[in-house]
């Protein structure tokens, strides 16, 4: 396994998360790292990136909410979200940016961020 997502689960609108991704290999250090998510029905859009120089960008939908993060000496990249909305549900995966850079076409399992009342 390459890629390991966990973390996810239900919320409530306006709750929090945190998400991990567990990056097995030796080359973590050498991508850009991001967070994508596909919401049922829908294609799998990008959400958020960090640099191998730690800058980061993120979609407008989810800017000022999460915060995306990476901690190189455990080979895991991070989500934090918050003030989540119920548009928010879906499957989350990281991958590297652009995707496929440790094995092309390779996704991990995703893990399922439920938000509702």
């Known amino acids: 396994v390459l890629l390991a997502e966990s973390g996810g689960g239900l919320v409530q609108p306006g709750g929090s998360l945190r998400l991990s991704c567990e990056v097995s290999?030796?080359?973590?250090?050498?991508?850009?790292m991001g967070w994508y998510r596909q919401a049922p029905g829908k294609q799998r859009e990008w959400v958020a990136v960090?640099?191998?120089?730690?800058?980061?960008n993120y979609d407008g939908s989810v800017e000022g909410r999460f915060t995306i993060s990476r901690a190189r000496a455990e080979n895991t990249v991070y989500l934090q979200m918050n003030s989540l909305k119920l548009e928010d549900t879906a499957v989350y995966y990281c991958?590297?940016?652009?995707?496929?850079?440790?094995?092309?076409?390779?996704w991990g399992q995703g893990t399922q961020v439920t938000v509702s009342s």
């Open positions: 290999g030796s080359m973590f250090s050498d991508y850009a």
């Open positions: 991958n590297t940016v652009p995707a496929g850079l440790l094995v092309e076409n390779y």
């Open positions: 960090i640099t191998t120089g730690g800058s980061t």
